[in-house]
T-cell receptor
Framework: KQEVTQIPAALSVPEGENLVLNCSFTDSAIYNLQWFRQDPGKGLTSLLL?????REQTSGRLNASLDKSSGRSTLYIAASQPGDSATYLCAVGPSNFGNEKLTFGTGTRLTIIP | DAMVIQNPRYQVTQFGKPVTLSCSQT?????MYWYQQKSSQAPKLLFH???????NEADTPDNFQSRRPNTSFCFLDIRSPGLGDAAMYLC??????????????FGQGTRLTVV
């Protein structure tokens, strides 16, 4: 059974710093990996999608990497801003079903200090 | 703008009184999912539709049912809500393009309170 872990559970950094969020998964047979952002009381906003054949994806100040063999992904946020404060979740899709049946980590709650 | 819309955003229901949550999408995605997310926990898949085919997770209680009358709409029915069913319910959609998943798109969620 796939398990996804995100450490740390919470992180506070001063505004302007670069930071890295970590995600690890136990079964490397994944189809893709997504990073999501969740604001309090809201749904999930997709940030980046990495297919299993890819090593990284970039969108603006965000860069996500994927190392399937080691079961790890990182989300790099450059020049952090207070508006980046949210919970960040990673989720993996199993190889059998495409991106259905996502398995989520419990997230990292990020606070950017002005 | 193509999107996933959940109604209502907040729902309060009485213990044991049936409740229905709705989800609509303008993305024309063929797969729709319902996830349950309790406070500070990871979203947990309840079931999903692949086109018209319903797929239930093994540990989803019988109290939870779903309907998908057409491509655009999907409903979550909770037949007899208990206090433990209070949670955020998230609807999501996905599809494939040229053999690759395009990633799941989520709605804003429905926060269910059971009193």
């Amino acid at each position: 059974k796939q398990e996804v872990t995100q450490i740390p559970a919470a992180l506070s950094v001063p505004e302007g710093e670069n930071l890295v969020l970590n995600c690890s998964f136990t079964d490397s047979a994944i189809y893709n990996l997504q990073w999501f952002r969740q604001d309090p009381g809201k749904g999930l906003t997709s940030l980046l999608l990495i297919q299993s054949s890819q090593r990284e994806q970039t969108s603006g100040r965000l860069n996500a990497s994927l190392d399937k063999s080691s079961g790890r992904s990182t989300l790099y946020i450059a020049a952090s801003q207070p508006g980046d404060s949210a919970t960040y979740l990673c989720a993996v899709g199993p190889s059998n079903f495409g991106n259905e049946k996502l398995t989520f980590g419990t997230g990292t709650r990020l606070t950017i200090i002005p | 703008d193509a999107m996933v819309i959940q109604n209502p955003r907040y729902q309060v229901t009485q213990f044991g009184k049936p409740v229905t949550l709705s989800c609509s999408q303008t993305l024309n995605h063929n797969v729709m999912y319902w996830y349950q997310q309790k406070s500070s926990q990871a979203p947990k898949l309840l079931f999903h539709y692949y086109d018209k085919d319903f797929n239930n997770e093994a540990d989803t209680p019988d109290n939870f049912q779903s309907r998908r009358p057409n491509t655009s709409f999907c409903f979550l029915d909770i037949r007899s809500p208990g206090l433990g069913d209070a949670a955020m319910y998230l609807c999501a959609t996905s599809t494939t393009f040229k053999g690759r998943g395009v990633g799941a798109r989520f709605g804003q969620g429905t926060r269910l309170t059971v009193v």
